[in-house]
């Protein structure tokens, strides 16, 4: 058994992982199969962390991120949490391989996952030109025609990064006023490579293999028009990971998983919540690290109030029981 284990592998765990490892609580990560690391893997340049004046490549980040708690000590799952008992004093995380980790608190920090349009087209096409990760695809659009959907920071990161290789990227937004910070917005408008196309919705993909165009309709009267295009990136944002804590968790009204004030309590004793998963507001790295040291902080306090032979088994020290003597 554990003393905590972190599930997730963002800003938040490893932040968490930092600190419950420096506590000399020995946490255990399960960090994902395929997509440890969190949202910043697929990220280009992160310039607003501090401490990286120069900026730092998301990837490069997290790694450092990964090495520091490493280095004091935490160890990392790369699988993926099946199944979450959350009740009573001892936790119970179910993995893809068929494990099952103890744990006496457990810090849930999964992040989130990317909206989707909804459309019948996107899932089918998803790979053959509809894609969610610039930094990962964007390099198959060289001298092409893209799009990118969204008003926010990461429709503008996309497509700012896009015009790298595509001649031309088009930024459909559902209204005429963007929800990206002025910084973002001033490098977007000065990019001669993107086109804003203002109050429109993406109503169709088409394409038989792949990509080809896009049709959309306006938000203002219902005109509609079509595009062609090779690429269309979906940049609309992310919902909070919930599904494991479901029936367990209380969730805020926005969805997130409800914590006490400033805390990262839950409404389970010796779970805690850390992340995009807890935040429907500032969802930046550095938030997500401060919170995921709150986190930890919580759960180190919660660990030293057990029981010592609760704590001792857990650490790996409780005596061992004896033989029966002849
Ligand atoms: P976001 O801020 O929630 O923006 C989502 C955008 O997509 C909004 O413009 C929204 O339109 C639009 N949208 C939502 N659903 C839509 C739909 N069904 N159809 C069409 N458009 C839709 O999400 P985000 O851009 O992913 O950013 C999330 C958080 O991460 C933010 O806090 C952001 O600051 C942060 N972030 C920071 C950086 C950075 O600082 N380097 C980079 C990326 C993200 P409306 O505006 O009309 O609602």
């Known amino acids: 058994m554990r003393q905590v284990i972190i599930v997730g592998s963002g800003p938040a765990a490893y932040t968490a992982a930092i600190y419950a490892a420096r506590a000399d609580l020995a946490p255990?990560?399960?960090?994902?199969?395929?997509?440890?690391?969190?949202?910043?893997?697929?990220?280009?340049?992160?310039?607003?962390?501090?401490?990286f004046p120069e900026g730092i490549m998301g990837p490069e980040l997290m790694t450092k991120m990964q090495e520091q708690a490493e280095r004091f000590g935490?160890?990392?799952?790369?699988?993926?949490?099946?199944?979450?008992?959350l009740e009573g004093e001892i936790k119970r995380v179910h993995l893809g391989s068929g494990e099952v980790h103890e744990a006496l608190a457990v810090i849930y920090a999964t992040g989130s996952a990317y909206r989707k349009l909804g459309l019948a087209d996107e899932e089918r096409l998803s790979g053959y030109g509809v894609s969610w990760c610039a930094t990962c695809d964007g390099a198959f659009f060289r001298q092409k025609k893209v799009a990118v959907v969204g008003g926010g920071d990461s429709a503008?990161?996309?497509?700012?990064?896009?015009?790298?290789f595509a001649d031309t990227v088009y930024l459909v937004h559902r209204r005429e006023e963007l929800r990206a910070s002025?910084?973002?917005?001033?490098?977007?408008?000065?990019?001669?490579?993107?086109e804003?196309?203002?109050?429109?919705e993406v109503a169709h993909i088409y394409g038989d293999e792949k990509v080809t165009g896009m049709g959309l309709v306006s938000t203002v009267d219902g005109t509609?028009?079509?595009?062609?295009?090779?690429g269309l990136f979906v940049a609309i944002g992310a919902d909070p990971r919930t599904h494991l804590v479901h029936g367990q968790l209380e969730l805020a009204p926005e969805g997130t998983v409800a914590v006490r004030g400033r805390s990262s309590m839950t409404n389970l004793e010796g779970?805690?919540?850390?992340?995009?998963?807890?935040?429907?507001?500032?969802?930046?790295?550095?938030?997500a690290a401060g919170s995921g040291c709150v986190a930890a902080?919580?759960?180190?306090?919660?660990?030293?109030?057990?029981?010592?032979?609760?704590?001792?088994?857990?650490?790996?020290?409780?005596?061992?029981?004896?033989p029966a003597s002849a």
């Open 28 to 51: 255990l990560v399960i960090a994902s199969s395929v997509e440890f690391g969190g949202e910043l893997m697929k990220t280009t340049e992160v310039e607003n962390f501090p401490g």
């Open 74 to 85: 935490a160890e990392l799952v790369y699988d993926d949490v099946t199944k979450l008992e």
């Open 156 to 164: 503008l990161e996309e497509a700012t990064f896009l015009t790298r």
């Open 182 to 194: 002025k910084a973002m917005q001033e490098r977007a408008f000065a990019d001669p490579k993107i």
């Open 196 to 200: 804003f196309l203002w109050n429109q």
């Open 224 to 230: 509609e028009t079509t595009k062609d295009l090779d």
């Open 271 to 287: 779970v805690f919540a850390a992340g995009d998963v807890v935040d429907p507001s500032y969802k930046q790295a550095i938030t």
């Open 297 to 322: 902080l919580d759960a180190e306090r919660y660990l030293s109030e057990l029981p010592a032979e609760l704590l001792a088994r857990a650490a790996g020290t409780a005596p061992q029981p004896q």
